[in-house]
């Protein structure tokens, strides 16, 4: 009995377990077909699992705080002086000129920070900007652009390539308005790009340099060339007003001044949000057309190979999506393929229009494989659907702002066009000369390779103190170097044009003919209807009256009633034998009056006489006497008295 109770009760424990372990892993079961946590950022809907942003590009003169002020909106902590805000979030430099930064907004509408220490690694930014963007509902990315005089190409690029959504001008209060301030609000300014200003280092400014810095800024924004009304936003009612007259900030320019206290972050939200509609009604539009991406930088990760860092321009990009990848320099597209896209350095599901992401991708055909230096900025990868073509050569309308002398063909500055950045050649103008001021057609070639252009995009042309703006009007697709010269190609092109206007005339004359002639052969037959109808009508009316008067046989006395057209005809026909009876008249009138003058003059009988021999066979006829010539013209006279 005592050996068996402990076997009962091992027995009974076991059984216990047993159903606690089935129990357990019943619990488990369901916790496991969920799929883990972390791929819940794939799985939940667009609008939250990546939260839209706004893009501010940052620019201004060198010192004026900009790396600061952004380190102080990012981490939450006020500057003390010795840049402890900008090491925080800027612990190296980058060598481009530009970087980006992140803040996210919850749904409270309170700052979500992302402070990183100097000692971080690459692995602890990326947790960092994940946080941020899982505990955010809205996010603003600060694109940092430099600022100094030698890197403007690289300021211009970055607010062409990196499409801001608006400008964060910088000005420092203890410095004035200086050239560069300048260059950056009227670059702006040709892109269209909305913008405000903040004046930083107020505290430390004096009062007469502070007025005067702002008199500088209102009469800059006043000018013609920004057409801009600035306001000074001294409390958030002003910032309501301001957006409730312009919600876009097309006319209005608001203006910040930026002191050591804390100046509240939230100040942009309501534009943010403006913008933010305006992005989600494009992308809904825009969500089922094929995507376009315009590389910006490119970069080498391991175990994963090349990866291409850009900004989606239209449609859609999803992984395992076929993409073409050029141009390159041979004129070529590469077929790839995507593998993963990131936002945010956050994996998502697909990119849309106007977001900035990266995608890992792959070559479809081993023989496209390419170097990492053979893909370049600038370059696009577009879907088969968008057709894309190389382009070398384009047509723009462009006006120059600054010249210091004139401007001919064979001119060769540099374009900038959103990530595009090369080196063209004027080959045409519509004018002899361009001058400041002027604005004219211009057909540029690139230099160097092919690009893929758009139809209406804005174009900065740019060259020492040369500053030219414009937008692109006709693109040449067709137009190859190798194949022969451009003045062949346009000349060529322009026969085929006026060979299909020619080809079109002919058709609408030939149309406009056979309506003619349908038009006249159907008046024919309706005139035709009418004189018969006609003349039958005025036949009985002169059998009538004959057989009323008898008596009215005889041709002198008859009176014949004729239509009206019949006595048009008559009249005529009777004018035109008159005149011809008078013109025979007087031709014979004239014989006997030359004949009577030649009786008169007696010098002239002996060449009258070789006449008349000669027109009588060589024998002389008798002279004629003035009684029988003139009984002959009385004769004549009366006979045409008679006709």
Not at 268 to 288: N, P, T, W
Not at 527 to 555: E, L
Not at 597 to 623: C, F, I, M, V
């Amino acid at each position: 009995m005592d050996t068996n109770k402990p076997n009962a009760e091992t027995a009974s424990e076991n059984a216990l377990q047993e159903r606690q372990t089935e129990n357990v892993a019943e619990e488990k079961k369901p916790h496991k077909e969920k799929k883990p946590k972390r791929e819940e950022i794939n799985d939940v809907p667009k609008s939250d699992r990546s939260p839209m942003d706004v893009r501010v590009a940052v620019i201004g003169n060198v010192d004026s705080g900009k790396s600061t002020m952004i380190g102080v909106l990012t981490s939450g902590e006020l500057d003390d002086g010795r840049e402890n805000s900008c090491e925080i979030s800027f612990p190296k430099k980058k060598k481009k000129g530009s970087s980006q930064h992140i803040v996210g907004f919850d749904d409270h509408r309170n700052p979500v920070h992302q402070p990183i220490a100097i000692s971080a690694n690459a692995k602890q930014k990326t947790e960092a900007w994940k946080s941020v963007v899982k505990t955010s509902n809205n996010i603003i990315t600060f694109i940092d652009l430099a600022g100094h005089e030698k890197y403007l190409k690289t300021t211009i690029s970055g607010l062409t390539g990196c499409f801001p959504d608006y400008a964060f001008i910088v000005v420092g209060a203890n410095m004035g308005i200086s050239k560069m301030t300048k260059e950056h609000i009227q670059v702006a300014v040709a892109l269209c790009v909305p913008l405000f200003v903040v004046c930083t280092k107020v505290d430390i400014a004096p009062e007469t340099v502070l007025t005067h810095t702002l008199k500088q800024l209102a009469k800059l924004l006043r000018s013609p060339a920004c057409n801009k009304m600035p306001i000074i936003m001294k409390r958030k009612k002003d910032i309501d007003t301001c957006f409730e007259r312009d919600k876009y900030l097309e006319r209005i320019c608001p203006v910040f001044l930026w002191q050591y206290q804390h100046v509240g972050v939230d100040d942009g939200r309501e534009e943010g949000d403006s913008r933010a509609d305006i992005r989600k009604e494009r992308q809904e539009l825009e969500a089922q057309i094929s995507g376009e991406l315009e590389i910006d930088e490119t970069f080498a990760v391991k175990g994963v190979g090349i990866v291409l860092s850009g900004t989606v321009t239209a449609g859609k990009i999803f992984p395992e999506q076929v993409l073409y990848l050029g141009p390159f320099a041979d004129s070529t597209y590469k077929e790839i393929a995507v593998r993963s896209i990131h936002i945010k350095r956050v994996p998502v599901d697909f990119a849309l229009a106007g977001e900035a992401c990266s995608i890992a991708f792959r070559f479809v055909k081993k023989k496209d494989v390419v170097e990492r230096s053979q893909i370049r900025k600038g370059m696009v990868a577009v879907s088969e659907l968008l057709r894309p073509l190389p382009v070398w050569a384009f047509r723009a309308n462009i006006l120059v702002l600054h010249h210091p002398t004139q401007i001919n063909p064979g001119y060769q500055p540099v374009v900038h066009c959103g990530n595009i950045r090369q080196t063209v050649t004027i080959l045409r103008m519509s004018q002899e000369r361009l001058r400041s001021g002027d604005s004219a057609l211009v057909d540029l070639k690139f230099l160097s390779q092919p690009e893929f252009v758009h139809l209406n995009r804005a174009i900065i042309i740019r060259e020492g103190n040369t500053k030219c703006i414009g937008k692109i009007m006709q693109v040449y697709n067709t137009y190859d170097p190798s194949n022969g010269t451009f003045t062949d190609y346009i000349n060529a092109l322009e026969g085929n044009e006026q060979k299909q206007k020619e080809g079109t005339a002919i058709t609408s004359t030939s149309a406009t003919a056979t309506t003619a002639t349908a038009a006249t052969a159907a008046t024919a037959v309706a005139s035709s209807s009418s004189s018969s109808s006609s003349s039958s009508a005025g036949v009985s009316t002169n059998t009538n009256q004959t057989a009323a008067n008898p008596t009215s046989s005889n041709a002198t006395d008859t009176k014949v009633d004729v239509p009206p057209k019949d006595k048009d005809r008559s009249n005529s026909t009777a004018t035109a034998s008159a005149s011809a009876a008078k013109s025979r008249g007087k031709g014979k009138s004239n014989k006997h009056t030359k004949s009577n003058e030649a009786a008169d003059n007696p010098a002239n009988g002996d060449n009258n006489d070789a006449h008349n021999a000669k027109q009588g066979g060589g024998k002389s006829r008798p002279k004629k006497s003035a009684k029988d010539s003139k009984s002959k013209t009385d004769k004549h006279t009366k006979h045409e008295n008679k006709e």
